[in-house]
Each structure stands twice: as structure tokens, then as C-alpha cells.
């Protein structure tokens, strides 16, 4: 079963940046995204990109998250800038294969997971 590796959380001050990759096997990222998930709180989308390379943020992410991949479609990458405490979850990349359309922030459109990584954002 095909499974995605996170890596590049960790903990840092508000106003501060962090990168996160994903590994998956090859033509993975397709269709791919991040979501993230607090205490307590349903998990949400946050970054999306499409097979064409589309992209598509949540409203509370736009202008500092950037989503992007290799051009082998073998890594996912969620660049993170002026953190807040709000950012604080375990975040997870996700992939659907090389599948066309929009770019897409509903979990049910991917079938490919990761395990999660804590990102942690002090004020």
C-alpha cells in the first residue's frame, strides 16, 4: 500500500517560517494537498495543487503557505511563513495519483495519506 512520508515540523515562534516535504512514490503528487488538524478540531484543508499545477489555499492561510512539488511528482512541499499560534496542528500531506481537474481542499477527493507532523507556533 502506498504511503507518504512527512518531514520538516517541529516547534517555533510566531513570525517565524517553516518548511514541510512529503515523500511518496513516484507520480504521486498529481493531484495533491495539505490539511492540518488541532485538538479538539475537524480537519481542514489548507494548500492544494492540482495536476496541472493549480493552486488553492484556505482563506486563513493565504499570502503565507505556499504549496509545490518536484517536477517528478515525487515530493510535496508546504512552505510556511509569518506563523501564528493559530497554525499550531498536526499536519498532514495527501495525494490522489495523477488524476486532472481543480485543485481540491476536500479530504474525501485523496486517497493516498500521511502519518502527520506537529507543527507547534508559540506566541
Known amino acids: 500500500e502506498a504511503h507518504l512520508v512527512e518531514s520538516g515540523g517541529g516547534s517555533v515562534q510566531a513570525g517565524g517560517s517553516l518548511r514541510l516535504s512529503c515523500v511518496g512514490p513516484?507520480?504521486?503528487?498529481?493531484?495533491a494537498a495539505w490539511f492540518r488538524q488541532a485538538p479538539g478540531q475537524e480537519r481542514e484543508g489548507v494548500a492544494a495543487?492540482?495536476?496541472?499545477?493549480?493552486?488553492t489555499y484556505a482563506d486563513s492561510v493565504e499570502g503565507r503557505f505556499t504549496i509545490d512539488r518536484t517536477n517528478a511528482k515525487t515530493t510535496l512541499y508546504l512552505q510556511m511563513d509569518n506563523l501564528f499560534a493559530e497554525d499550531t496542528a498536526m499536519y498532514y500531506c495527501?495525494?490522489?495519483?495523477?488524476?486532472?481537474?481543480?485543485?481540491?481542499?476536500?479530504?474525501?477527493?485523496?486517497?493516498?495519506w500521511g502519518r502527520g507532523i506537529q507543527v507547534t507556533v508559540s506566541s
Open positions: 495543487i492540482s495536476y496541472a499545477g493549480s493552486t
Open positions: 495527501a495525494a490522489a495519483g495523477l488524476v486532472e481537474g481543480r485543485p481540491s481542499l476536500t479530504a474525501t477527493d485523496y486517497n493516498i
Open positions: 513516484k507520480y504521486t503528487y498529481g493531484r
